[in-house]
């Protein structure tokens, strides 16, 4: 399989898919997009690479393919990794998927965007967030108090769904989740121990945006 993937550096959605592919052992393009510069929102590249206007794309042998959760399921379908193991597994995979996608990302990538990448982010709309994010890690670390990974006894996609946002500098998500919430740091470094494991930047690399914090 040839694998190109449109992504930014700080974009946690990219690094779900650059993680998944690293952990199964293959090797991907990597395409630096100027998502700083505003290229997904211009006509152009919605018509030419995701209609959506998101990032990342993922090109499997030339074929775009878009949203991390359907990828995901399709790269553990293939690699024969990180899937569920019979029905209920699979139900929980795509429950904890649906709600990473709807919540834990979507809070967490907005408020730290905004928190670190903007140069006046108004302060209503962080705090509403950030109490938005404080319910979702507060579910996250209860379910993760007495289980090693989200689903079952191995990680699976909703693992590594979930573990992206939470993976770059506490300096840009303010989250020291080391001191606040010590079930997701220990399930963090069970994640980190994974054969071929990186971090979010070694994974993208490329010309950063600028940092406010
Ligand atoms: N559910 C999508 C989320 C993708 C997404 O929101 N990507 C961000 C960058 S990490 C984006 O392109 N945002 C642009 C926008 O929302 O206008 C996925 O899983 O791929």
Redesign the pocket.
């Known amino acids: 399989m040839a694998y190109r993937l449109h992504y ?1 550096p ?5 690094y ?1 898919l650059a993680l998944m592919l690293t952990l199964c052992g293959e090797d991907f393009e990597p395409i630096w997009t100027d ?1 700083g510069g505003g290229v ?2 211009t006509a152009e590249w919605r018509e030419r690479v995701n209609e ?5 794309v993922l090109e499997d042998s030339g074929v775009r393919l ?4 359907p ?1 995901l399921l399709r790269l553990a379908e293939r690699y024969g990794r990180f899937g569920g193991e019979d029905d209920a597994e699979r139900f929980e995979i795509l429950r904890w998927l649906f709600w990473d ?1 709807h919540k834990l ?2 809070y967490m ?1 907005t408020y730290r965007f905004l928190r670190a990448f903007t140069a006046s982010a108004d302060r209503g709309v962080l705090a509403f967030l950030r109490g938005r994010l404080d319910d979702c890690l507060g579910i996250l670390e209860r379910h993760l108090r007495d289980r090693a990974f989200v689903v079952g006894r191995r990680p699976t996609v909703a693992d590594i769904s979930i573990i992206a946002y939470l993976s770059f500098p506490k300096e840009e998500s303010g989250y020291d989740l080391a001191a606040t919430h010590p079930a997701i740091h220990a399930w963090q470094g069970r994640i980190a121990a994974l054969p071929h494991w990186r971090a979010p930047y070694d994974l993208l690399p490329g010309k950063r945006l600028r940092r406010y914090v």
Do not use: D, L, V, Y
């Open positions: 930014f700080e974009s946690g959605n990219s779900k998502f997904t929102r959506m206007g998101e990032i990342p878009t949203q991390t959760g990828i996608n990302t979507s990538a």
